[in-house]
């Protein structure tokens, strides 16, 4: 599912996603524009701090995803271990602990919230000659096959 960026819509997706669908795991994939060959795990996600405005123009109430939420909320998945124990041949894969106060902290932080820290986010480079798509869903497939038997869960 595509998460438009704003805000409420983005909140109110995640919200069904948790409700209607009741995954044992979302991992919400996040393009980051400022890196050319490199996969980020985020550990967790931040509650406030989110003033910069989103493509409607608004910015969320208190600057914050949940008022009185908690001040961050780590993943269920440990990235760290995760990070120590996968690979992937030709891309560096890193571990992060603050994935900016934009919408994609913003979505994983409610879904954090939502699913009660069973969610994760991965923060993944542009599609280039390097990157390219088929490249990118084989190494995300291995990504979340790893999150899964994390869960206690193994699927093809």
């Not at 991965?122 to 869960?151: D, N, R, Y």
Request: hydrophobic share 35%; charged share 20%; proline share 4%.
């Amino acid at each position: 599912m595509q998460l438009p960026v704003v805000y409420q819509k983005a909140k109110e997706q995640v919200c069904k996603i948790w409700t209607t669908l009741q995954p044992l795991l979302t991992v919400h994939v996040g393009l980051a524009s400022s890196t050319t060959a490199l996969i980020v795990l985020e550990q967790c996600g931040k509650n406030k701090g989110y003033q910069e405005r989103d493509a409607c123009g608004f910015h969320p109430e208190g600057a914050c995803c949940v008022l009185d939420g908690p001040e961050k909320i780590e993943s269920a998945i440990n990235m760290k271990t995760l990070w120590k124990n996968i690979s992937v041949e030709g891309i560096d894969i890193i571990l992060s602990r603050d994935a900016g106060r934009y919408i994609c902290d913003y979505t994983y932080y409610t879904s954090l919230y939502y699913g009660n820290g069973r969610a994760a986010f991965i923060h993944v480079p542009p599609l280039s000659e390097s990157v390219t798509a088929e490249f990118l869903g084989k190494a995300l497939q291995t990504i979340i096959l790893a999150m899964l038997e994390q869960c206690g869960e193994q699927r093809e």
